[in-house]
Every structure is written in structure tokens, then in C-alpha cells.
């Protein structure tokens, strides 16, 4: 992979692709760095996790913890 960050002096840029890459799917990226938009950090709590594991996956975790938590014991 290569990247850099450049500042055009003209409408005009050309570019050379080095050999490894001939004959492969590149991608060309050109946006100006300062248009880049940070999303706002959401504060995650247990509740946006709420339905994501199967009732079976849920059980036998649970399961687990109990069978490590009995170790400890």
C-alpha cells in the first residue's frame, strides 16, 4: 500500500503505478483533509448490545461464567 498527502499546485495530477501493482484492482482516493467528518463519539452502554447473541448463545454463556466463577470458588 502507498499513501501520501499532497498539495496540488494546478488543476492537474499524474500519477505512476508501480509495477506490482499493474493488472491488479487499485483504488484512487482524492478528498481535501479537511472535509474529513469525525462522527461524534457515542457513549455505548450494555443496552446497545441487547439482541445480538441467540437465546442459545446467551444460555451457554452464561453456562460458561457460572462454570468459571464455580472454579474460583
Not at 499524474?14 to 462522527?39: F, M, Q, R, T, W
Request: aromatic share 6%; charged share 40%.
Amino acid at each position: 500500500m502507498i499513501k501520501t498527502r499532497i498539495t496540488p499546485k494546478n488543476t492537474e495530477l499524474h500519477i505512476s503505478i508501480p509495477e506490482g501493482y499493474v493488472g491488479k484492482s487499485i483504488e484512487v482516493l482524492l478528498y481535501a483533509v479537511d472535509e474529513i467528518k469525525e462522527e461524534p463519539k457515542k457513549h455505548i452502554t450494555m443496552k446497545d448490545f441487547r439482541g445480538i447473541l441467540s437465546k442459545e448463545t446467551a444460555t451457554r454463556l452464561q453456562e460458561d461464567v457460572k462454570k468459571e466463577r464455580d472454579e474460583w470458588s
